[in-house]
């Protein structure tokens, strides 16, 4: 079994847990500021979830939107029991599961661009061939067979490969955000990565 | 075994990919923002929404979307209402009669000349078939009338504003 590496955040990671809880009272109170500044902690993780779910930026920008919205509305319901960070990955993906299952068979994608880093990946430079001539062609290429693939999977397989594997969160904190067991998050995943091998095997040779 | 964890050592490399697609530049300068501004907007329609709400022709229909039942009996009031509105407007007689009533308590004589005016109406037919520009009455005929008229006649003063 694998482990997803630590993600290279580019967020500043969430302070002190009194601080949050802090903004998390204050925006319960109707403190749109406190708000504020938690969307600002949270968008972009949210929105890479989503977006690596939907393959598509423009209703990654919706949804994620929506998913801030509603935590807002609901924020007198969040009772503390889980993280606000948890809980509000939990709004998000049912959001976005709801979208995907209304959505069935009008897959669109709308990928967004690959930053310049990638390049430079040693686990992506590994999978270009050297003689390559235009690698920023291959990775395209890669970039839309991969996210092919991942449409191809079940809406839970599809979430827990994006959260562990590409978000970076642990089987426990996968379990929590999709209130299963960890049982369940171990299986889902590598039953996920049978199928993506299977759909992506010519480019894992 | 091992294969497979070769394979799925290269899967997750693969998948590193996905980390590296990013949303357009500055796209998170104004989400934030954007967020905010949309739930700010979301409050002033929920303050509308309450602001009409409160409204008695609002609070009217709620509470007809509520209970049919009280729909139907507002309905049926309505309905009995209009009823009775058209059956009152179609009795021209209804107002005079009390004057005339009154006149008949009052004395013999005009009970007998409310017989005559009861029995005017059979002459009537005959006197309506002249030409329109003939008078529907003539004098013979109208003088029961005014007789009887003129027992419940009385003088009025008349005092206009401006006029003392």
């Known amino acids: 079994m694998i482990m997803a590496e630590p993600i290279p955040s580019t967020e500043p990671e969430p302070s002190a847990p009194v601080n949050e809880n802090e903004l998390v009272r204050d925006a319960r109170r109707g403190d749109l500021k406190a708000y504020d500044e938690l969307v600002k902690r949270y968008q972009q993780r949210i929105y890479a979830t989503i977006y690596h779910m939907t393959s598509n930026h423009e209703d990654a920008n919706d949804l994620a939107q929506d998913s801030f919205i509603k935590a807002f509305q609901a924020l007198k319901s969040f009772k503390g029991g889980s993280s606000f960070y948890t809980w509000l990955y939990r709004i998000a993906v049912n959001k976005t599961i709801n979208f995907l299952k209304q959505r069935k068979n009008r897959t669109h994608m709308s990928l967004n661009d690959i930053d310049f880093n990638a390049e430079h990946d040693p686990d992506l430079m590994a999978l270009i061939s050297e003689q390559t001539p235009r690698r920023a062609a291959g990775l395209t290429e890669l970039q839309e067979k991969l996210n092919e693939a991942l449409l191809k999977l079940s809406e839970p397989h599809r979430l827990v490969v994006v959260l562990h594997d590409v978000q970076g969160l642990s089987h426990e904190e996968i379990a929590e955000v999709m209130e299963c067991n960890v049982g369940t998050v171990r299986s889902r995943l590598f039953y996920a990565r049978q199928q993506l091998q299977g759909f992506l095997a010519d480019y894992l040779k | ?164």
Not at chain 2, 19 to 44: D, L
Not at chain 2, 67 to 76: E, W
Not at chain 2, 105 to 127: D, F, G, I, K, R
């Open chain 2, 1 to 164: 075994m091992n294969e497979n964890e070769n394979n799925f050592e290269a899967l997750r490399q693969l998948l590193a990919l996905k980390r590296h697609e990013i949303p357009p530049p500055g796209y998170f300068e104004n989400f934030s923002g954007e967020v905010t501004a949309r739930i700010r907007a979301g409050e002033g329609r929920a303050v509308k929404r309450r602001r009409h709400e409160s409204s008695w022709l609002f609070r009217l229909l709620s509470a007809f979307e509520a209970k049919p039942a009280f729909a139907g009996a507002f309905a049926s009031a309505l309905c009995m209402l209009l009823l009775f509105g058209i059956v009152y407007a179609e009795r021209p007689d209804v107002a005079p009669q009390p004057l005339l009533q009154t006149a008949q308590a009052a004395s013999p004589l005009a009970a007998a000349t409310s017989v005559a005016l009861n029995s005017v109406p059979a002459e009537q037919p005959a006197l309506m078939s002249d030409s329109s520009t003939n008078p529907v009455f003539n004098s013979q005929s109208a003088g029961p009338w005014f007789a009887s008229q003129e027992a419940t006649v009385q003088p009025v003063n008349l005092v206009l504003p401006g006029n003392n």
